[in-house]
């Protein structure tokens, strides 16, 4: 379910608020603006100089890509290295030239192109694994911010719950404002532990697990392409590609250990 992420962090959220209100606590008392900026303010600047200003720029598309990732279809591009594997072994390597336009996939018609061209086994190896290592690395980079962010958040509230209580300590000749004082400050902490908790780290674990399944189907289309390239029947090919595939996605006849036919390709299903 792409909407996960969002669910997840409104469930959060309103779990936290619902707590509080049952035992009698406004929502409105958790808004503190200067508590806001000690911790909005002190996080974004500390991560900004931390990470750089060009990750920063990016951090709306990657809340975007968190909340609206669609999960990779292992399904869909095993079916369509398979049909590629009897397409080439019926008919040769070269007629799968005509068949990249019809790939959608920019990873796949590369390396199928590298085949096509006739490239040794091994390099096409050693060139599909450093693209997917290369990816893998700006996937990592791209959630450093969140993971930074989420350290840096629980002490910008301490910081903020510090400089609260020397406010509160400056005015201890006015008995009746210690308690609204009080509390503001320790709003702080609140805001900078439930900020990193709720919304900075779910959205860094979110970002790594969508790269994880992006590299997953990159590995299984790596061993596809090699499996095309030497040749094997489509029927080896489905079963070495099966493992990828979590035990609900394949088939009665796979499970039993009986590859299901290679279905033809189809340039509109490419």
Do not use: C, Y
């Given at each position: 379910m792409?909407?996960?992420?969002?669910?997840?962090?409104?469930?959060?959220?309103?779990?936290?608020?619902?707590?509080?209100?049952?035992d009698?606590?406004?929502?409105?008392?958790?808004?503190?603006?200067?508590a806001l900026i000690t911790i909005m303010g002190g996080t974004g600047?500390?991560?900004l100089a931390s990470v750089g200003m060009n990750s920063m720029k990016r951090i709306p598309s990657l809340y975007k890509m968190a909340f609206k990732a669609e999960p990779p279809d292992m399904r869909a591009r095993l079916d369509l290295l398979v049909s590629l594997a009897d397409k080439a072994r019926?008919?040769?390597?070269?007629?799968?030239?005509?068949?990249?336009?019809?790939?959608?996939?920019?990873?796949?018609?590369?390396?199928?192109?590298?085949?096509?061209?006739?490239?040794d086994p091994e390099m096409v190896h050693t060139i599909i694994e450093a693209e997917v290592d290369g990816m893998a690395a700006r996937h990592e980079a791209a959630a450093k911010p969140f993971e930074k962010a989420g350290g840096f958040a629980p002490t910008m509230g301490i910081?903020?719950?510090?400089?609260?209580?020397?406010?509160?300590?400056q005015?201890?000749?006015?008995?009746?404002?210690l308690g609204p004082s009080i509390s503001s400050a320790f709003l702080a902490t609140l805001m900078g532990v439930g900020s990193a908790n709720v919304i900075f780290l779910p959205v860094a674990n979110r970002l790594k697990a969508i790269s994880a399944e992006e590299?997953?189907?990159r590995m299984m289309t790596l061993e596809g392409i090699l499996s095309i390239q030497a040749g094997d029947n489509p029927r080896l090919v489905a079963d070495k590609l099966m493992s990828y595939l979590p035990p609900v996605e394949r088939t009665e006849e796979q499970s039993s250990g009986s590859a299901a036919p290679a279905p033809s390709l189809q340039p509109e299903a490419a």
């Open positions: 792409k909407a996960a992420t969002a669910i997840g962090i409104g469930m959060g959220i309103f779990a936290l608020l619902l707590s509080a209100m049952m009698g606590t406004s929502p409105a008392t958790f808004i503190n603006i200067s600047g500390a991560t019926r008919e040769g390597l070269l007629a799968l030239d005509a068949m990249l336009p019809d790939v959608e996939d920019s990873f796949t018609r590369n390396a199928l192109q590298l085949v096509v061209d006739g490239t910081i903020g719950t510090v400089m609260g209580l020397v406010h509160v300590l005015n201890l000749s006015a008995p009746s404002t590299v997953e189907l």
